[in-house]
């Protein structure tokens, strides 16, 4: 299916059109390719003006058709119908379902809640689920369904240290789940984080790879 893919640069937008698809798989880096429809660039596509080699040149540093539409692409946005929405919403849906299925419990029992009683509280709080990672917008999800079913997420402390030398790329990993952080003289980085118990594993494979194993990590027993 065709759509618009566009790009705003200064004053000027750009436009091309693409499948709608190879475009999203391109743009969540699944995918090499782009299938554009047609060889042009546009100023507005539903009039037909097409941008010039000189504000192609001007806005994208270059007139080659093939890297501009890389860039308007991956650096801006995809238009998609609302099949496309839907089935997006649906995922995400059952995403933050089978989430709370694995982490979740009733902090009364301390046992996990069925599937069916966590579909049926997300759909009575009319939670708002976003197009973003699951684990960043948890603690948003389980405060608007608390109130109709009783619930917390299983969560560990961890104690981390960085090398140095590492401390640059495993920042971005650590960020969304830490507590407290501590540079120390010789550049390295200790932070305590909080995370999910399902998520540690993944956690874990993500800092390992960026560190090369060389992070030393404890476990904090919360009273």
Not at 75 to 95: A, S
Not at 140 to 161: A, F, H, R, W
């Amino acid at each position: 299916m065709n759509t618009t893919a566009k790009i705003r640069k200064g004053s000027k937008t750009f436009e091309i059109l693409v499948d709608m698809n190879d475009a999203l798989k391109f743009k969540k880096g699944e995918s090499k390719f782009i299938t554009c429809e047609t060889d042009k660039v546009f100023t507005d596509i539903k009039k037909g003006n097409t941008a010039s080699k000189s504000e192609l040149e001007t806005a994208f540093g270059t007139s080659d058709f093939n890297e501009i539409c890389k860039i308007i692409v991956k650096y801006g946005e995809v238009l998609v119908n609302q099949e496309h929405r839907d089935e997006e919403k649906e995922k995400k849906f059952k995403q933050v379902v089978d989430f709370l299925s694995r982490n979740a419990i009733d902090p009364k029992s301390g046992r996990p809640h069925s599937a069916e009683r966590l579909k049926t509280a997300l759909e009575q709080a009319h939670v708002n689920i976003k197009n973003v990672q699951i684990e960043n917008q948890i603690e948003e999800i389980i405060s608007q369904i608390n109130t109709i079913l009783p619930i917390k997420v299983e969560t560990k402390k961890i104690k981390i240290k960085i090398p140095a030398v590492h401390t640059g790329k495993a920042y971005g990993i650590l960020a969304q789940y830490k507590e407290e952080e501590n540079w120390l003289n010789d550049g390295s980085l200790e932070v305590i984080i909080k995370i999910p118990a399902g998520l540690i594993m993944d956690f874990y494979d993500k800092l390992n790879s960026v560190t090369h194993w060389s992070a030393l990590t404890e476990e904090i027993k919360e009273k």
